[in-house]
């Protein structure tokens, strides 16, 4: 009796964790003390067992950096809070892999969870856009219409967009995943699917659309090449293509300007408004600063935490107004590190990708292998690993996303043979 209540409520657990992510920050928090009791529960009813992966022991070295990184902080009240955060990256991936038995229709419900939560969430979104167009005061619906249906005015209502798209990114590819094991056959996966893809469209963060278009192109080389599947490969250039030629069809003038400003690097750093800078010049005043921050403690950093305030400090030299006035951070990941552990936490760090991709290659797990791909290019612009939302989103789904390795096409064949 009490072995079937812990097989059903601890994939029921990290199905809720999937679907939480969508709510405040504080109630995913919630979720993740139930995966962790219910891991603990689940650890001493079946039996543990020591992980011999590399990459586990990588994450944990890494957040032992950062904790050394606590002892020479000029800011340990922060350093503590990004501890904490950042726990999490240690946590999740431990509990899946440390339990004795991970069946794949845990992982199946997780990613079954998330796809639906991802289209809830479409639906609620693109549903009070709509009202609140039509319900605005003046009129001018054209106008309300081109904020409250894309990017920032779109999403605001549950987060920030680039946060929002990176779990309708994981819900898309997680469906995809479902539908090559043959466990999403259902009609209505290509109606949600081409939801997701339009709300994906209309949030229109920056970022996350060019990573996903430039991960699924990788995805649908290896997929069409390497396992003798050029359908494959064919579909996801055609598709990939109409999809980024729909940003010039579909997004607003404004956002397309998003994609186009790329092209324009001439910025004055001096400048005394945001309005003289586009989404790409502030990030590269931003790394101007960094560097400059780093131009001392460049080996271990300012200190875990202390990097923000190391990088005011740089924007005041510089006389960066804007960014002084903001408090923008690094807005990148790797910089973000080093800042505050130096170049010794961004050598891990990086050391920590690609032992995770070349594990995830000796398993032919190509989910995880995108993931990492995907989310390495998120960061780039974004210093995800220093908020809660991200730190939970890299762990959760570079934990299941590596699980999916004990399910691949060369681990399936070993046990039939076995």
């Not at 579909?250 to 003289?276: C, G």
């Not at 789904?397 to 399910?407: N, Q």
Request: charged share 10%; aromatic share 16%.
């Amino acid at each position: 009796m009490r072995s079937t209540v812990i097989e059903k409520l601890w994939p029921a657990a990290l199905g809720l964790l999937t679907a939480l992510q969508f709510l405040p920050e504080f109630i995913s928090s919630y979720g993740v003390l139930v995966v962790v009791l219910l891991w603990l529960w689940t650890g001493f009813s079946k039996g543990w067992q020591a992980p011999t992966a590399p990459w586990l022991y990588l994450l944990l070295l890494f957040w032992g950096w950062q904790l050394i990184g606590l002892v020479y902080s000029r800011d340990p009240n922060a350093g503590m809070e990004v501890l904490a955060m950042q726990l999490l990256l240690v946590l999740i991936p431990w509990q899946l892999f440390t339990l004795k038995r991970f069946e794949e229709k845990w992982l199946r419900l997780a990613f079954y969870v998330l796809w639906t939560a991802a289209l809830l969430a479409a639906f609620y979104l693109i549903g009070l856009g709509l009202y609140r167009t039509f319900t605005h005061p003046g009129g001018h619906y054209a106008v309300n219409a081109s904020y409250f249906l894309y990017y920032t005015g779109l999403s605001e209502p549950l987060m920030h967009p680039a946060y929002l798209s990176l779990l309708v990114v994981m819900a898309v590819v997680g469906a995809f995943w479902l539908r090559w094991r043959g466990h999403f056959s259902h009609g209505g996966y290509w109606v949600g699917q081409a939801i997701l893809l339009l709300f994906l469209l209309m949030v229109s963060a920056r970022m996350s659309l060019l990573a996903f278009v430039l991960s699924m192109l990788w995805l649908g080389w290896y997929l069409g090449w390497r396992q003798g599947k050029k359908r494959v490969l064919l579909i996801s250039v055609l598709s990939l293509g109409v999809f980024a030629a729909a940003v010039f069809f579909v997004l607003p003038k404004r956002l397309q300007q998003r994609f186009t400003e790329l092209s324009q690097l001439s910025y004055n750093i001096q400048a005394e408004s945001i309005d003289d800078f586009s989404g790409l010049t502030i990030r590269l005043a931003e790394w101007e600063g960094v560097w400059v921050a780093l131009q001392r403690d460049w080996l271990i950093g300012h200190g875990t935490g202390a990097g923000r305030s190391a990088l005011q400090l740089a924007y005041e030299s510089i006389d960066f107004k804007v960014g002084l006035i903001y408090s923008y951070n690094a807005h990148n990941q790797f910089l973000e590190t080093a800042l505050s552990n130096g170049v010794l936490g961004l050598l891990m760090l990086l050391i920590l990708f690609a032992a995770a991709f070349v594990h995830a290659r000796k398993q032919e797990n190509w989910l995880a292998m995108w993931f990492l791909i995907f989310f390495f290019l998120c960061i780039q612009t974004e210093s995800m690993l220093i908020r809660h939302r991200g730190a939970l989103f890299f762990a959760l789904y570079l934990a299941l996303t590596m699980v999916a390795g004990r399910f691949s096409a060369r681990t399936v064949k070993e046990q039939e043979q076995e």
